[in-house]
């Protein structure tokens, strides 16, 4: 399993807010390691949406948000949109196995 | 245009070695630490390998150490991923990605469209 943990699925409707959760342990989120966020669309290469646990590159609406506390991070999409519809990871860094770990991924449905 | 474009993917028998490229424009490649990231099918991202600017660091995922070499020709504006013993587990999709670095980490930005290995016998 995944070093990170995500909730394999997430759904909301059309202009509805969901959140999808990242849980760290005491080696990466926890020891203060950023966390970043990336949407992956169907058969597409994934893409940044947040760096720095809350930046937004340019380009990506203000719908979408980060946050972290302790050991767990979070995205926020508000006004859910239908091209919202994707596979959402999340990434940091951890000190024990000297790289980059990334979330086990959340898949998003637009009801 | 920041454009990350990999190559060399393709089928091989278990035991088997493979070279991906990766070559990259539109950025100062000489500048910025570079990884591989490869996702099996129907599963999950994992981050493989990654190299420092000069190519003095190394580092890579258990699952690949003593396998798997990362290197770059900044000359070329290059990555490489030399893939030797492959094995039935590390068919994925191979992405090439920059990595931009802070004091609190490191994050991927942008990445490549990807080369698919395929390990069967």
């Known amino acids: 399993q995944s070093v990170l943990t995500q909730p394999p699925s997430v759904s909301g409707a059309p202009g509805q807010r969901v959140t999808i959760s990242c849980t760290g342990s005491s080696s990466n989120i926890g020891a203060g390691y950023d966390v970043h966020w990336y949407q992956q669309l169907p058969g597409t290469a994934p893409k940044l949406l947040i760096y720095g646990n809350t930046n937004r590159p340019s380009g990506v609406p203000d719908r979408f948000s980060g946050s972290k506390s302790g050991t767990s991070a979070s995205l926020a999409i508000s006004g859910l949109q239908a091209e919202d519809e994707a596979d959402y990871y999340c990434q940091s860094y951890d000190s024990s196995l000297s790289g980059s770990v990334f979330g086990g991924g959340t898949k998003l449905t637009v009801l | 245009e920041v454009q990350l474009v990999e190559s060399g993917g393709g089928l091989v028998q278990p035991g088997g070695s493979l070279r991906l490229s990766c070559a990259a424009s539109?950025?100062?490649?000489?500048?910025?630490?570079m990884s591989w990231v490869r996702q099996a099918p129907g599963k999950g991202l994992e981050w493989v390998a990654n190299?420092?600017?000069?190519?003095?660091?190394?580092y890579y995922v258990d699952s690949v150490k003593g396998r798997f070499t990362i290197s770059r020709d900044n000359a070329k504006n290059s990555l490489y991923l030399q893939m030797n013993s492959l094995r039935v587990e590390d068919t994925a999709v191979y992405y090439c990605?920059?990595?931009?670095?802070?004091?609190?980490?490191?994050?991927?930005?942008?990445w490549g469209q990807g080369t698919l290995v395929t390990v069967s016998s």
């Open positions: 190299i420092k600017q000069d190519g003095s660091e190394k």
């Open positions: 539109g950025f100062t490649f000489s500048s910025y630490w």
């Open positions: 990605a920059r990595e931009r670095r802070q004091q609190r980490g490191n994050w991927f930005d942008p």
